[in-house]
């Protein structure tokens, strides 16, 4: 068929563009009916803790995600600043995703650990007391804030009702021992949400003040758990390659 016939015949027109869209459109939706097999298990990732996702939930109310991604893509440069590439399964209960190619500031997907909790609650306050050259805005409330975590246990129920599996009955408890371990499962206990909770706050002291549980040692929290679920010195490169 000459190319000229189709661009002067406005209903062919229309009809080739339909089917061409269509055939796009299944190729990317219909894989989305089969996440649960297309996202491979990997040993090491877990849900948040209560105190983690928490943490999440301010990341996400104070818009971090406006300048920082969570996304290190497979890309020589891009693993050699921040480290292995993402895998799909370290997403796979972030609802919603922290993904993104908006970069005012460094990708965040692998920040665990970098540094210490001191200097990530410094820099939180006023970040260029220890980044000079920064333009990141302070967020000293987080520091004098308490904590809201009436709630926690709803909040786990939501993110249990899209799939994450934090575990209301003892069959759901059992489930995640076989596939966590049973010290993770006891972390996704929604029974246990509140004492996790404020457990892991005291022991951790995230933000330095062990008196109180602040907004602070929420986002901590969450921010040196980033990317530090999977061993990545366990494996070969030839391993994830398959996954990419
Ligand atoms: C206006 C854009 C902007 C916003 C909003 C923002 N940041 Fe940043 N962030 C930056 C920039 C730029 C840097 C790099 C300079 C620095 O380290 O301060 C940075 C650096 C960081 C770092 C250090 C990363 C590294 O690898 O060195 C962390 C951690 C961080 N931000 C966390 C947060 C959190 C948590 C929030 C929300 C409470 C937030 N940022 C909001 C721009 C932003």
């Known amino acids: 068929m000459k190319h000229e016939r189709v661009e002067t015949n406005a209903g062919l027109l229309i009809i080739l563009t339909l089917a061409v869209i269509s055939v796009g459109g299944l190729v990317e939706i219909v894989p989305l009916f089969y996440i649960n097999d297309t996202v491979e298990e990997v040993e090491g990732v877990r849900p948040y803790t209560p105190l983690?996702?928490?943490?999440?939930?301010?990341?996400?109310?104070?818009?971090?995600y406006t300048c920082h991604s969570q996304m290190i893509r497979p890309f020589r440069d891009e693993m050699l600043r921040y480290g292995h590439y993402s895998l799909a399964a370290e997403s796979q209960f972030d609802h919603p995703f922290q993904w993104g190619s908006k970069r005012t500031g460094p990708d965040l997907a692998r920040v665990g650990g970098k540094y210490s909790n001191e200097w990530q609650v410094q820099h939180l306050i006023?970040?260029?007391s220890v980044v000079p050259e920064s333009i990141m805005p302070g967020y000293p409330w987080l520091a004098e804030n308490?904590?809201?975590?009436?709630?926690?246990?709803?909040?786990?129920?939501?993110?249990?009702?899209?799939?994450?599996?934090?575990?209301?009955?003892?069959?759901?408890?059992?489930?995640?021992?076989?596939?966590f371990g049973e010290e993770v499962a006891r972390w996704l206990d929604i029974s246990r949400a509140e004492e996790n909770l404020v457990a892991q706050a005291r022991a951790g002291n995230y933000d330095g003040d062990p008196s109180r549980i602040t907004e602070m040692d929420a986002?901590?929290?969450?921010?040196?758990?980033?990317?530090?679920?999977?061993?990545?010195?366990?494996?070969?490169?030839?391993?994830?390659?398959?996954?990419r």
């Open 219 to 243: 986002l901590v929290a969450y921010l040196q758990v980033l990317g530090t679920m999977v061993d990545f010195t366990q494996y070969d490169e030839g391993y994830f390659v398959e996954f």
């Open 126 to 128: 006023d970040p260029r």
């Open 52 to 64: 983690e996702q928490r943490g999440r939930d301010i990341y996400v109310r104070e818009g971090c």
């Open 146 to 179: 308490d904590l809201q975590y009436a709630d926690i246990e709803a909040r786990l129920r939501a993110l249990r009702r899209v799939g994450v599996p934090y575990s209301l009955s003892e069959e759901e408890y059992q489930a995640n021992v076989e596939r």
